[in-house]
């Protein structure tokens, strides 16, 4: 059969096309039904208990929407940094006899603010990351 | 064992969606997904049901589930405690449909030989069950038995229909929940026993009228001759304290003091720093409920216990302090040794005694609302004597909730997480309650109770060997 009279403006390509177009049809037509047959078959019965979260049983405390420590974000920041300036180090390490000592001395600078900026930020406290030792006192429940 | 068969309402005429029911029905009985759930002894066999030898795989219910989001299939196993009760029917609920219920073993059958304040007497009082499992516990061969019987139920529904949103058909779970004296007796006589006395009653508390114990012979308590350290340790103590420590003899076990309670504090600290050997550590706090002695007049309302342990010489210590009063107070020894603080939190719990100082004075194992304190020779021994727990009580005794166990200084920025009951590291003992700062663990509490059987309370009532 020669559907290429059918669909001359599709392209040069037309018998490829037309599969492409079937295939695609079906896909979607089968991702439907099968959307659509689990919506309606599916047992949906919405209880409050049902559509609460789970918590090994128990009511949960509070909201799961957080603000996150701010620790995990520095710490992929910095180590965002200090890698793409390895890749520096690696190509100036590589052409190290055609750049001489001027490019000896370009990296030398180029690592010394590194390191400036890497001592900046511990003083600042960014790299500290670890358990807050939080001394608890007792609880202040009178025992009547 | 027993299935209660709803009457399902066949559609008579129609061959082709009885013929759907066969097909969905097959494969739903050979791809039950029970909830990962335990909550006593009765769970180890369970467990064994999933191994090798039992090999649960040839049922096609293998898949155990640790999120009741996933499980259609609830195995209690074990004692439904009235303070596990309301995990459990929120985990029955949070399960999607259609799903079932075996409830594996005496006690979540009918509260087993556990008809004491702390236990569910059967647990279709607040939940639908399917399937029931007798047996104490019962072997792994009974449970697959169970399992069986539920396919076998599961091949009678006729869930085409509400699959395709017509009317009638059944599927999953559709047991009435039972009520106490209308659908279900927690009569423990069985029926036509009616005209007899409830077990035991004669020599429970608080009566123990025609006792028999004076009638029978009975060998004579063991008695110790107290050593030389320990007379030498009797002799400092009088020394010391004169009247307020007084030595009881004869004893069976230990060397036992009885100290006044005003000293009480003085003689701990002695014993823990200066005393030859020193009394280290701390072994037991416990209480008596003297109220029905034989001879009341001999005894106080109730004595506390203080066991001692030294370390240096391997030697014990007893220590005993009259209370008098139906409030009685003693004074907390927390700050002498910090491990009081459970043991008067149970005391506290069971026998109703406060102790003054104590920073944190509340139930140990009971619920933070349970009315009494269960020790008392006064409060009620069995949970048939008592009103029975029912589903509207599941829905209203909620465990407490976690903030108020955990202080939140951090405010917006931690994360409050229960673990347990239901848990696969705690599987229904014990909750932890943990306030989360990113990973790290910022403020810990804890909270037991979930697994009580009141023993010790239901002991006295029984013959020895009838004593769990």
Known sequence: MDFSSNIPALSPWEPGMLSLAVYSVMVLGLLGLILILTAWLGEKKKTPEKLR????????????????????????????????????????????????????????????????SLFYLWKKGGLDWGPVTRITPPRQETSS | MGSRHQNHTA?????????????????????????????SCCFIEEATMLTSRYDLARFGAEVMRGSPR?????????TVFKKVAPVVLRLYEQMPEPKWVISMGSCS????????????????????????????????????QGLVLLQEKIMKENPTRPILHFDGGSQGSVQPVLVDGVTK??????????????????????????SRSELMWTPPPRRIELTEPEQ???????????????????????????????????????????????????????????????????????????????YDEARRLRLKVDLHGQ????????????????????????????????????????????????LRKTYPDRATAMAPYTEADARRYQPLDAGIYLRRPEGDEELILNVGPHHL????????????????????????????????????????????
């Open chain 2, 425 to 468: 590291s705690t599987h229904g003992l014990m909750r932890f309650m943990v306030s989360l700062r990113g990973e790290e663990i910022t403020d810990i509490d804890m909270d037991i109770g979930y697994h009580h059987r009141g023993v010790n309370q239901q002991s006295p009532g029984l013959l020895c060997h009838l004593r769990p």
């Open chain 2, 109 to 144: 059958n009918c509260g087993g030989m556990y008809d004491v304040y702390s236990v569910v007497q059967g647990v279709d009082q607040i939940l639908p069950v399917d399937v029931y499992v007798p047996g104490c516990p019962p072997r792994p061969e009974a449970l697959l």
């Open chain 1, 53 to 116: 979260p789970y918590e090994c049983g128990i009511i949960p405390t509070g909201l799961a929407r957080l603000r996150y420590p701010v620790p995990f974000y520095l710490v992929a920041t910095f180590f965002l940094i200090f890698d793409v300036e390895a890749a520096f180090i690696f190509t100036w390490a590589i052409a190290f006899r055609p750049l001489g000592w001027a490019g000896w001395l370009q990296i030398s600078f180029f690592i010394i603010v590194l390191l400036v």
């Open chain 2, 185 to 210: 007796e927690r009569d423990a006589r069985g029926p036509g026993f009616d005209g007899t006395p409830l077990r035991g009653t004669a020599v429970t508390p608080p009566g123990f009228w025609e």
């Open chain 2, 11 to 39: 559609s008579p005429g129609n061959f082709f969606l009885s013929k759907i029911d066969l097909l969905i029905n097959w494969s739903r009985k050979y791809s039950l997904w029970p909830l990962f759930f335990g909550l």
């Open chain 2, 70 to 78: 996933q499980a259609d299939l609830l195995i209690i196993s074990g």
């Open chain 2, 327 to 374: 409030e009685p107070e003693a004074e907390t020894i927390t700050d002498i040794w910090p491990a009081a603080n459970w043991y008067e939190r149970e005391v506290f719990d069971m026998f109703g005694i406060r102790f003054q100082g104590h920073p944190d004075l509340r139930r140990l194992i009971m619920p933070y609302d349970w009315e009494g304190h269960p």
């Open chain 2, 232 to 310: 030498t340790l009797a002799q400092t103590l009088t020394a010391r304290f004169g009247e307020a420590v007084r030595q009881e003899a004869p004893t069976s076990d230990m060397p036992a003091f009885k100290v006044d309670a005003a000293s009480l504090k003085e003689v701990l600290r002695f014993l823990k720093t200066e005393a030859q050997p020193k009394f280290r550590r701390l072994e037991d706090l416990t209480a008596i409920d003297e109220s029905t002695r034989q001879q009341p007049d001999n005894f106080p309302d109730f004595t506390l216990v203080y066991h001692l342990l030294s």
